[in-house]
């Protein structure tokens, strides 16, 4: 699998760029962090649109910068699609026209993406005639996508690419977002401080804080790490991984979902037998139970897991990290933690209370 391995040093005025990278490229891995943390500033560098005067970037085996070999690509001969927060389509073009701008810009040899799939891929068949001005938002956006993909590109950044669309608009092209990494097998960088995009679409975090890189890992093990449960808000403290429909039951109301051999009920959801759904399960949802499991309840959701770490949150709570076959957190009063006698290593029961499906973008 190709990394990605990047070392930048920048300083200005008023803020300071010191990160260092290695990450596997395949899906979507998210830059996240608040404003001013310098995802954009790290983007740039990726791209070739800033120049760290110490910078060194590999892409697999390319090298696109190393200032110590006087090595440095601009971003006009690295193959990177690149999208901006906003669209900066061409106005005296159709659809059509804008998306052959980025077809056109690469000889024949090397076209390995063509319009027809990424017309499919973006749904945007029925718009190639129109004028820029006449697309919505989130159309706008597709379009420029779509433009940056034309150039068949190793690596697509997208910066912020849902901040001035609104809910509605943000959430028609989040879809589309999914499929073309998933159908192009093109590495996606996603610069974002909203995480209830992130929730929807990563695979890996790089969190960001100040200009250091302070976090690297998959979706889940940055979500569920002890160590950066600051980072998110409370709200989001949790697990989130992506489970398989195996049975739908009409007469309840219920889908069921398998993950890591164990089930997980939703309510019914209309999806194919074999679909991966993304569900999110917070940290305030999980209740532990001690001991054997022979009384009944009325929660669904009983997973079989092992206390890996306990944190303290403040003077009356304590988070509890659990293996479930991936990481899971439960919230606890500290009190319920001396009253069970939980200690790391030891086995108990996640009773779930509630397992949300990754769908709405709800902050």
Not at 32 to 59: D, I, V, W, Y
Not at 67 to 78: C, I, K, S, T
Not at 111 to 140: C, D, M, Y
Request: hydrophobic content about 40%; proline content about 6%; overall charge neutral.
């Amino acid at each position: 699998m190709s990394r990605l391995l990047a070392r930048f040093d920048l300083r200005f005025s008023s803020f300071h760029l010191d990160v260092e990278l290695d990450v596997p490229m395949s899906g979507i891995t998210a830059i996240f962090g608040p404003s001013g943390s310098g995802k954009t500033t790290l983007l740039r560098c990726l791209a070739g649109l800033e120049r760290a005067p110490h910078g060194f970037m590999q892409f697999g085996e390319e090298v696109w910068q190393d200032e110590a070999r006087r090595r440095w690509l601009p971003l006009y001969e690295r193959p990177i699609g690149y999208v901006f927060q906003e669209p900066r389509l061409f106005p005296h073009y159709n659809v059509h026209s804008n998306l052959l701008y980025g077809y056109h810009r690469i000889p024949p040899e090397a076209r390995r993406i063509t319009p027809e799939q990424v017309i499919s891929i973006l749904g945007i068949g029925h718009l190639l005639e129109r004028r820029t001005h006449k697309l919505s938002g989130g159309e706008q956006q597709r379009v420029a996508i779509g433009r940056a993909l034309l150039t068949s590109p190793k690596l697509l950044l997208l910066d912020e690419p849902l901040a001035s669309l609104d809910i509605q608009r943000k959430q028609e092209l989040l879809p589309f977002i999914r499929r073309l990494h998933q159908e192009l097998h093109i590495p996606v960088l996603y610069v974002s401080h909203a995480m209830a995009e992130i929730l929807q679409l990563a695979d890996r975090v790089v969190l960001l804080k100040e200009g250091y890189v302070v976090g690297v890992g998959t979706l889940n093990e940055v979500l569920t790490s002890l160590q950066f449960r600051g980072s998110f808000a409370p709200h989001r403290v949790g697990a989130i991984f992506d489970a398989r429909v195996t049975r739908h039951d009409s007469q309840y109301g219920l889908t069921q979902l398998e993950f890591k051999g164990q089930p997980l009920f939703i309510p019914l959801q209309p999806a194919d037998i074999g679909e991966s759904m993304r569900v999110h399960i917070l940290s305030t949802d999980v209740t532990l139970v001690v001991g054997r499991m022979g009384s009944l309840t009325s929660v669904l959701n009983i997973l079989d897991a092992t206390i890996v770490e306990i944190r303290e949150i403040d003077h009356t709570s304590v988070d509890i990290l659990l293996d479930i076959g991936t990481p899971l957190v439960a919230s606890i009063t500290k009190k319920s933690l001396m009253s069970l006698g939980l200690k790391p290593g030891q086995h108990v029961f996640a009773h779930i209370k509630a397992v949300a499906l990754n769908e709405e973008l709800v902050e």
